[in-house]
């Protein structure tokens, strides 16, 4: 019989216990208070090591825009290293990425960076250019948007965003990066400037990247990036992807509620619906060890009417959605509120199956009264 483990953090929701059937049923239990450990300004992102021991936290550390990495430990909540990643105003965390092993940290920085952190001494141990990206004069350098590390952990992959300025936009890229050379050895352009999240099969071979354009299968071998087939799923935002741990189904996000499923072993699109009817703002998606459950954040607002202790006007509110994927529905007692993020900026699931690392910002005195948090959350 598997067992998961299932305690409500907010209100106790009970234990869930999914037996060989597939059959769950609840039992009472007491809410595990979550640790929330105040990690800078606004919008962390979020990695845990394979081992569960740390969490990594991107974050725009002050109102100046100063990008940095805190270092969490995940048994007392202690943040044990900070590392300044640029000095430059305005800048940013992107993406984060752990490697297979658990021994580099990847994480861009504004438009131009990539960066390299050793998790063994927690100190910056590469910091490489993007390669110019190409553009008319009067334009600027599209951000990244998502980072991939293959499964030997030799190559990273990255979607930049494409090339901008007040009125035009120009086609995104997708780059690749050797960690042995510590150079980026391929690039790929795509119809469209928006990207969202790249995926990659357990292969190794095969990228997937979602684009405002549709979804781009891509063939990658250590120095080349080959452009199989774009085709439509979802529609509206380059939008956001989890693939199942056998690589077999692609899960995505899309826009205005066109979420869908995709077989890649046909490049076919299965279904096309939304995971969470009457919810937006669905992201940063992740999926369970054994491809049984998927979990999303998902951030709506609400309006705060006077006389409360809260500061009335418009505030975010965020949850943790969980989806079966073999009923392909969602379980709503298995929701999580977290205890301070109200706008959820990043989520991670443990080695345990069991543990949430929520990134997000709270505004204790209203906006512009900006606090980023990290909340482990254990179920």
């Known amino acids: 019989m598997a067992k998961a483990r299932w305690l409500g953090t907010a209100a106790s929701v009970g234990l869930l216990l999914t037996t060989g059937t597939g059959v769950a049923t609840a039992q009472p239990a007491t809410a595990a208070a979550p640790q929330v450990v105040p990690v800078g300004y606004a919008y962390p ?23 940095a990495v805190k270092v969490v430990d995940t048994r007392t909540g202690g943040i044990t290293a900070r590392l300044t990643l640029s000095t430059a105003a305005n800048s940013f965390v992107g993406a984060l990425a752990m490697s297979p092993d658990g021994t580099r940290l990847y994480a861009t920085v504004g438009a131009q960076h990539l960066v390299t952190i050793d998790t063994s001494s927690d100190t910056v141990s590469a910091d490489v250019l993007l390669p110019i990206q190409p553009h008319p004069d009067g334009y600027v ?12 952990g030799a190559d990273v992959y990255l979607a930049q965003n494409g090339p901008r300025q007040r009125w035009g936009f120009q086609p995104a890229r997708v780059l690749a990066y050797s960690t042995a050379a510590g150079a980026f050895t391929a690039s790929v352009g795509v119809t469209s400037f928006a990207v969202g999240s790249i995926v990659l099969r357990p292969n190794g071979e095969d990228l997937y990247v979602t684009t405002g354009d549709g979804l781009v299968h891509l063939a990658a071998t250590p120095t080349s990036l080959t452009t199989v087939r774009t085709f439509t799923a979802g529609h509206g935002a380059s939008g956001s992807a989890v693939l199942s741990p056998d690589g077999g189904t ?74 079966d994927t073999e009923a392909h529905a969602l379980v709503p007692a298995e929701t999580v509120n977290p205890q301070q993020v109200e706008l959820a900026t990043g989520l991670a699931l443990g080695p345990d199956g069991h543990t949430f690392y929520l990134g997000g910002n709270t505004y204790p005195g209203g906006v512009p009264g900006t606090a980023a948090s990290l909340e482990i959350i254990r179920t």
Do not use: C, M, Q
């Open 141 to 152: 350098d599209g951000s990244p948007s998502s980072l991939a590390v293959s499964p030997d």
């Open 250 to 323: 692609l899960y995505g996000i899309g826009g205005y509620e066109s979420d869908y499923l995709v077989d890649t072993a046909t490049d076919t699109v299965t279904d096309n619906f939304h995971f969470a009817p009457g919810s937006t703002g669905l992201g940063y998606p992740v999926v369970s060890l054994d491809g049984r459950r998927l979990y999303f954040a998902s951030t709506w607002s609400v309006f705060i009417t006077p006389g409360g202790p809260t500061p009335p006007g418009y505030h975010n509110r965020s949850a943790i959605l969980s989806y």
């Open 45 to 67: 992102t979020t990695a845990v090591t394979p081992d569960g021991t740390k969490a990594y936290v991107g974050v725009t550390d002050d109102p100046r825009g100063t990008p």
